[in-house]
């Protein structure tokens, strides 16, 4: 094979794997107090339900809170020691206004909302990844375990 060749082969494969990368990185930490709560009825910490987020027993933190458009990788880890979480993202169109949820599966209505992509299911302990291409708005990231979300378990961030 020709110094030519090869020397494409590298570029195209370097070309590939830049593709890949990222533009921005969000860190992701999702996390529970541990503490032990029926989470079969909702405690009203969704978005826009004016509850009282000082009794948010899970969350979602990020860092940064704001990042430039493009490809943004999101690496999500789950710092529980018992419970399982997932992250999903999705646009926030009206932040005063609450996600559609289902009541009997005390979860939000993924079929009713714009739904980006998820890491889904994280055991504790464990992490994951996802890379979207976004573009400037208000995005939701949140835990659609059945009571995660009401239990606090979600953040918004902003893609300038």
Known sequence: MSKFFIALAVGAFIATAHSAWADGLVRVTLADTGATTDLSKSMGLGMA?????????????????????????????????????????????????????????????????????????????????????????????YCNIAGHYMAGMWTTLEVR
């Open 49 to 141: 339900m004016k509850g009282d987020m000082s009794k948010a027993i899970m969350s979602i933190d990020i860092n940064p809170k704001s990042v430039l458009h493009g490809k943004v990788r999101f690496q999500v880890t789950n710092r529980s020691k018992d419970v399982i979480h997932e992250m999903i993202l999705s646009p926030v169109a009206d932040p005063a206004k609450a996600l559609p949820y289902i009541d009997k599966d005390n979860k939000v209505d993924e079929e009713a909302s714009i739904h980006l992509g998820e890491v889904s299911e994280l055991d504790p302990g464990k992490s994951g990844a996802l890379i979207v291409d976004m573009k400037p708005g208000k995005y939701i990231l």
